[in-house]
């Protein structure tokens, strides 16, 4: 420190220069360093805030309810889009509704639903859905012109295959198809001959049902045949006995006789009905249905024909990894199906799945050794971010990654900003997530933890090689009581454990009301990290502190910093901006100015070693931060 002379020979020291420090680049939250490690442009400590499309923190928007029903959770919302109708599915409790719009009435069509979560997908313009307990489907059993939306079981709509044709009425003929494990019926195709009555089918042990026959004609056309009245069936042997011979066929080397009769295969159908995941899975121009998540099959999954979620063949299943660790999710990797597993110290808790033809041009479904080690530890919170593939493990949210051109796969955190927060959550393994937007939202117990996918970037990383990865800016909302996300175009809702479906509002919203949640006022705040000024061996002086703040026709702020102990609120400001159209007399502005706004506060703080800011809204309002500035000087040395 310098001295300088007075005219009367005394000497003094000159004051020190004030300096001033600029907070200006606003990221995310960091609830993993300490907070006087944190990056200035991070906060640890933020809460109900979220980037604009320039990446400044802003007030979160809240949400109202849409709708209600009785006491029980919901547990799943769909939506089935046909040329010209859209209908949305609500699983609540026990039941299946149907609206026209998620503000609609409801109409109850199905009451027997298993009373926990669900998963479904729109196949072939019906909504397939698995609660564990029913493969469900929904959808227009009637016409275009006379419409009949209803929901059934899948085995009461499923494929009948036919599985042998060319067959004589003593036996033998050619495999065609496979059975079908939602269908209790197959059908058998026979050359008659001239003389023979007793036809002899691939099955024996039919159950009760009528058996069903018919008859091909000269003409071309099928005659149908009804048994007792015009043949007997023999259902522990599987014969069938014609009151007359069919004859041969009129139609040289076709087939002239069909019966079809059922045989009930309950662990057949067990294995599909208590599944609780599935995906879809493209390749060229077909679809094939995956299903898994059967407790008592733990590693294996089953897909359907193709285009066809109502056929699944009963050699249609694969064995993925060991039975030790289940299968918990799928997930589109690049052109793949990535198929997620439980932890395990033995085998691979990822596998890719890809599509090809045999020889005889029969599809395939190959299996490649994906990721060792991480494997998902929630059914529910796999998402796609931009491409990238997101799971939740045990060490945070994951992704899979490729390595290098060979096309390598490994898994990647990139949950290091909030891992320490996001971690010490209860019961992880219900957090479910969804991608709406650009961002990846994860919600547990009323949390939501969420990845804003235009901001990711190469930084410090723990748990990666080198520790460096790919990571995203998070941020963090509370009071957001999820059960079951559903996303509809550009609109987010959230279906409760009360009963309740809620929307969010968004930016087409005009809705006074969209900083509330459910008529509530949200709580939204950013804070700095501890600023020791670069200097941690000297006190400290305050002398301003300036806040930018986003122009709104409505908005305030609460200003507030902490240093030695103690917290203290220096500004409490009212930012509205004029306007016909939102006057309010109790904080009536003449303000007519719309650019940012600067909030001067007369904070001041003698001899402190280090001081952390806080600016917070309360209010039905938004609220959003551009830039933050401080001056202080340095003083006297800290000596303990």
């Not at 918990?328 to 990535?338: D, Q």
């Not at 808790?349 to 005889?360: G, H, L, N, Q």
């Not at 990721?371 to 931009?386: D, E, F, N, P, Q």
């Not at 096309?407 to 010490?424: M, P, V």
Request: aromatic residues 14%.
């Amino acid at each position: 420190m310098g001295v300088k002379a007075r005219k009367d020979g005394f000497r003094f020291g000159s004051p020190p220069s004030v300096k001033k420090l600029d907070i200006e680049k606003f990221k995310g939250v960091d609830f993993s360093n300490n907070p006087i490690q944190v990056d200035l442009s991070r906060s640890p400590d933020c809460v109900n805030m979220i980037s604009d499309l320039t990446g400044f923190p802003v007030k979160r928007y809240g949400y109202r309810k849409v709708s209600e029903f009785p006491t029980g959770s919901v547990h799943g919302i769909y939506k089935l889009v046909t040329t010209g109708v859209k209908k949305f599915i609500v699983h609540h409790g026990n039941k299946l509704y149907e609206m026209d719009s998620l503000t609609a009435t409801k109409k109850e069509i199905y009451t027997d639903m298993n009373n926990e979560s669900s998963t479904g997908v729109q196949f072939n313009g019906k909504i397939y859905i698995l609660d564990g307990k029913t493969f469900l489907v929904y959808g227009n059993f009637g016409t275009k012109e006379s419409p009949k939306f209803e929901c059934k079981k899948v085995s009461e709509t499923a494929k009948i295959p036919k599985t042998i044709i060319s067959r004589s009425p003593t036996g033998g003929g050619q495999m065609y198809e496979e059975v079908n494990m939602l269908s209790a019926k197959r059908t058998n195709s026979f050359l008659g001959t001239a003389s023979d009555r007793e036809y002899l089918l691939d099955f024996q042990k039919l159950d009760v049902e009528k058996v069903t026959a018919k008859v091909l004609q000269s003409d071309g056309k099928w005659k149908d045949l009804k048994e007792d009245t015009d043949f007997t069936v023999d259902r522990e042997k599987g014969k069938v006995t014609f009151k007359a011979a069919p004859g041969k066929s009129p139609i040289d080397g076709r087939d002239n006789v069909e019966i079809t009769g059922a045989k009930t295969n309950q662990e057949y159908l067990d294995k599909l009905n208590k599944c609780t995941i599935m995906a879809i899975y493209t390749y060229r121009t077909g679809d094939w249905l995956f299903m898994s998540g059967n407790a008592q099959y733990p590693n294996l999954d089953w897909h359907s024909n193709v285009n066809d979620a109502t056929y699944f063949s009963d050699l249609s299943y694969q064995k993925v990894g060991q039975e030790n660790s289940e299968i918990m999710s799928y997930m589109k990797v690049g052109t793949g199906l990535a198929i997620m597993k439980t932890d395990n110290d033995q085998d691979y808790t990822v596998y890719i799945r890809s599509a090809d033809f045999t020889e005889k041009g029969n599809m395939i479904f190959p299996l490649t050794q994906g990721i060792v080690g991480v494997g998902a530890i929630s059914k529910r919170a796999t998402a796609s971010l931009r491409d990238d593939s997101l799971f939740l493990a045990k060490d945070g949210v994951t992704a899979v990654a490729t390595r290098d051109v060979l096309g390598e796969r490994f898994a990647q955190n990139r949950s290091y900003y909030i891992n320490q927060k996001l971690l010490k959550e209860k019961d992880l393994k219900n957090a479910i997530a969804i991608e709406h937007d650009g961002y990846y939202y994860l919600a547990v117990n009323n949390h939501i933890y969420i990845a804003d996918g235009r901001q990711g970037f190469k930084g410090y990383n723990p748990y990666a090689q080198n520790n460096e990865s790919f990571q995203y800016e998070w941020y963090y909302w509370e009071n957001v009581p999820v059960n079951c996300w559903f996303e509809d175009e550009k609109d987010l809702y959230f279906g409760t454990v009360d009963g309740k479906i809620y929307k969010f509002y968004n930016d087409n919203d005009t809705e006074r009301n969209k900083y509330l949640d459910d008529d509530k006022p949200i709580n939204a705040y950013w804070t700095t990290p501890f600023l020791d000024f670069g200097d941690i061996t000297r006190y400290k002086t305050l002398k301003g502190l300036w806040v930018m703040l986003n122009p709104y026709l409505r908005s305030s702020c609460d200003i507030f910093y902490r240093a030695k102990g103690r917290t203290k609120k220096v500004k409490s400001a009212y930012l509205d901006i004029f306007s016909f159209e939102n006057i309010d007399f109790e904080r009536f502005s003449f303000n007519t100015d719309d650019t940012p706004l600067v909030v001067p506060t007369n904070a001041k703080e003698k001899k402190f070693m280090l001081i952390q800011f806080k600016i917070q809204n309360k209010e039905s309002e938004p609220f959003g931060i551009y830039k933050m500035q401080t001056t202080y000087t340095i003083n006297s040395k800290f000596k303990g």
